[in-house]
T-cell receptor, first 114, second 114 residues
Framework: KAGVTQTPRYLIKTRGQQVTLSCSPISGHRSVSWYQQTPGQGLQFLFEYFSETQRNKGNFPGRFSGRQFSNSRSEMNVSTLELGDSALYLC?????????????FGAGSRLTVL | AQKVTQAQTEISVVEKEDVTLDCVYETRDTTYYLFWYKQPPSGELVFLIRRNSFDEQNEISGRYSWNFQKSTSSFNFTITASQVVDSAVYFCALIGNAGNMLTFGGGTRLMVKP
């Protein structure tokens, strides 16, 4: 059974550009959530999608957005990149929207903003 | 608001020593789930254990054991006879009633020296 796949694994952008990250969940999983990991702030929740609808959103500016497709694949977009957006972005999937279901994480997309 | 605190930012032990990683949490939810994840240098978060708020039974899995105490809001993790391969960052996390929104602690970096 394939795990959670995130692409690209590494990318470098410059300030002001935008970036799109992709996440393919485990087959059959309907919930996808995104997290940002930085040395200073640790692991922070970005947003959660279930059945193509955003269900929860963390405390991030509107430059951070996402969506989920009918096949449960998800993308997140960051516009007008800032140096502080450099981070490891982790995607997690689970069957349903409850803590009774374990969240399985992908390997992450490491974004560097120059 | 939910909060998870891992007071130990870094622990260094010699192989075969036992080590306990502390986790204290805060939540107003009556139903919640606690997790431990391991993050090796590759970056992927690896699930170790989940406990729900109604199950205070301690658990042992090989060299790993977990002690959940609601009275002190703690969910501590012990590695017995540590090995070099246990070197990683370990995160304690909590999900409450608000769907798949994990609140992570700051993590504990464990270094096991041969």
């Amino acid at each position: 059974k394939a795990g959670v796949t995130q692409t690209p694994r590494y990318l470098i952008k410059t300030r002001g550009q935008q970036v799109t990250l992709s996440c393919s969940p485990i087959s059959g999983h309907r919930s996808v959530s995104w997290y940002q990991q930085t040395p200073g702030q640790g692991l922070q929740f970005l947003f959660e999608y279930f059945s193509e609808t955003q269900r929860n959103k963390g405390n991030f500016p509107g430059r951070f957005s996402g969506r989920q497709f009918s096949n449960s694949r998800s993308e997140m977009n960051v516009s007008t990149l800032e140096l502080g957006d450099s981070a490891l972005y982790l995607c997690a999937s689970s069957l349903e929207r409850s803590g009774a279901n374990v969240l399985t994480f992908g390997a992450g997309s490491r974004l560097t903003v120059l | 608001a939910q909060k998870v605190t891992q007071a130990q930012t870094e622990i260094s032990v010699v192989e075969k020593e036992d080590v306990t990683l502390d986790c204290v949490y805060e939540t107003r939810d009556t139903t919640y789930y606690l997790f431990w994840y391991k993050q090796p240098p590759s970056g992927e978060l690896v699930f170790l254990i989940r406990r729900n708020s109604f199950d205070e039974q301690n658990e042992i899995s090989g060299r790993y054991s977990w002690n959940f105490q609601k009275s002190t809001s703690s969910f501590n993790f012990t590695i017995t006879a540590s090995q070099v391969v246990d070197s990683a960052v370990y995160f304690c996390a909590l999900i409450g009633n608000a769907g798949n929104m994990l609140t992570f602690g700051g993590g504990t970096r464990l270094m096991v020296k041969p």
